[in-house]
């Protein structure tokens, strides 16, 4: 960051555009009387609504509202903070914020960077980096559940669960150094505080909250659901009927669909982005052909793939082919289609191994309610977690490479030779990896990216 986090800011914090009340904020470490002296002709009480003009440099109203102060360090960012409630116009806005700019000028007042009030609050303590990251994550919200997730986040829910992980872990370590300045009771160490039956109980609780964190990132990031298959087996009809509306073109022509359609639908609130392909098939069409590669760059990204199949139209050895060809780790649905069309018996085709077969009409809508339900089932989605945390990506690396360190560190207890302090060094390295998530060991350049992502204001 250019900037100083030493210097006064200033920005319009409510969304750009009209509304009925727009509010300016200010935030300073010094006390910020003279301002108000300046730009209200008066100091505040504290945590008081004033109802006030708010003044020109000439002493002309710009506008009229509710000025309320909040000395350091009871504020938002912990430092002293001034709010201006006026008019939501964004002229006067825009002019009430160069007003507080120009009063400032002397005390260094500039614009605030975006998130720069968040990253204040957190680098003077009064929230964490989950928490921080979390208020991002509620003003983005876009549905009911993703927004109840940012709040349990934000009231530090999923940083206190860290927290109570991260100690556990660091008693442990404890034991162990102690233990290590007599090597001759490093044997008996590991029997005589159970530490491998601790450190199993802290694996299994990590494994809890990866579980959640990770249905915490479907509700933030969405699943992305591609649909696969022969051409003409009615994929851009299944992505319309689940969408509800006519989103990619259907024809009779095989290959009509050369470039991909997403279209993002919700289920029971977890938002999914579903991508109709290209048909897969062998093709001389060199635009055909580049749809096809399009397609498996899709399926390599997926979430889940939907295998579509035609009810009346068996090809076994096509619909072989193509899950020979699906990337072993990721979810496959198999999803026969048309059975408005198919005769009793024409749908008994094989199974791939392993993988689940549902049966479908894009046309009559038979099927789909269930295939919405095995859509989240299958992606790892658990309807009976109340309120997961809006996890992020960064969160669930640093819970897996924690879960990675104490593993390596139960294959050490379990030798045994004396390996303690190897047991030691990873259970510090698990520490670190977990303690990332909610900020004290984090470096500047992360918390330049993790706040950059804010808008203005926040
Ligand atoms: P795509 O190439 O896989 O995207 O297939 P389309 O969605 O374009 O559908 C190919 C043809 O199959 C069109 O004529 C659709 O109307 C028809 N079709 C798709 N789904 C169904 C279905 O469930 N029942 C029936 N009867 N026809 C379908
Ligand atoms: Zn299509």
Do not use: K, L
């Given at each position: 960051m250019s900037h100083s986090d030493q210097d006064p800011i200033a920005a319009i914090a409510t969304a750009a555009g009209r509304g009925g009340i727009g509010v300016v904020r200010v935030s300073s470490r010094q006390p910020l009387d003279g301002l108000m002296r300046e730009l209200l002709g008066r100091t505040l009480t504290p945590r008081h609504a004033h109802y006030l003009p708010f003044r020109d440099a000439g002493g002309t109203a710009i506008d009229e509202g509710i000025a309320l102060s909040f000395p350091a360090p009871h504020s938002y960012t912990g430092e002293h903070v001034l709010e201006l409630q006026g008019h939501g116009g964004p002229v006067v806005l825009r002019r009430l914020l160069a007003r507080c700019l120009q009063a400032g000028r002397e005390t260094g007042m500039r614009l605030a960077e975006p998130g720069e009030f968040t990253r204040r609050a957190f680098l003077n303590d009064r929230m964490d980096l989950a928490q921080a990251e979390a208020v991002a994550d509620l003003i983005d919200a876009s549905s009911e559940a993703a927004a109840r997730s940012a709040a349990a986040s934000l009231t530090g829910a999923f940083s206190n669960e860290v927290h109570g992980l991260a100690d556990r872990i660091v008693h442990l370590r404890m034991l162990v150094e102690a233990t290590l300045d007599f090597p001759e009771e490093e044997i008996e160490f590991l029997e005589k505080y159970q530490a491998r039956e601790t450190l199993a109980v802290i694996q299994s609780d990590l494994a809890r909250l990866l579980s959640q964190a990770r249905q915490g990132a479907i509700l933030r990031e969405g699943l992305h659901v591609v649909l696969a298959g022969?051409?003409?087996?009615g994929k851009s009809s299944l992505l319309n009927a689940l969408a509800g509306f006519e989103a990619a073109i259907v024809t009779p022509?095989?290959?009509?669909?050369?470039d991909k359609v997403v279209q993002e639908i919700a289920i029971d609130g977890v938002p999914l982005h579903i991508v109709d392909t290209a048909g897969l098939r062998d093709t001389e069409d060199t635009v055909e052909r580049i749809g096809i590669e399009r397609t498996w760059a899709e399926i390599g990204k997926a979430d889940v793939i939907v295998h579509l199949i035609d009810a009346t139209r068996p090809g076994p050895e096509l619909d072989a082919a193509i899950t020979s060809k699906l990337p072993p780790r990721t979810p496959v649905l198999e999803v026969v289609n048309k059975m408005d069309l198919a005769e009793p018996g024409q749908v008994a085709q094989q199974q791939a191994e392993g993988t689940k077969r549902l049966y479908v009409s894009a046309r009559t809508g038979e099927g789909l309610d269930a295939l919405k339900q095995e859509l989240l089932a299958i992606a790892?989605?658990?309807?009976?977690?109340?309120s997961p945390y809006l996890a992020r990506e960064r969160h669930i690396q640093a819970l897996l490479v924690t879960a990675d360190h104490l593993e390596i560190a139960g294959e050490h207890a379990a030798q045994?030779?004396?390996?303690l302090d190897l047991f030691a060094e990873e259970l510090r390295l698990a520490h670190e990896a977990l303690t990332s998530i909610t900020g004290e060991f984090s470096s500047d350049d992360l918390l330049g990216v993790i706040f950059s992502r804010f808008c203005i204001g926040k």
């Open positions: 022969q051409p003409n087996v022509i095989a290959g009509t669909t050369r790892g989605w658990n309807p009976s977690f109340e045994s030779d004396r390996v």
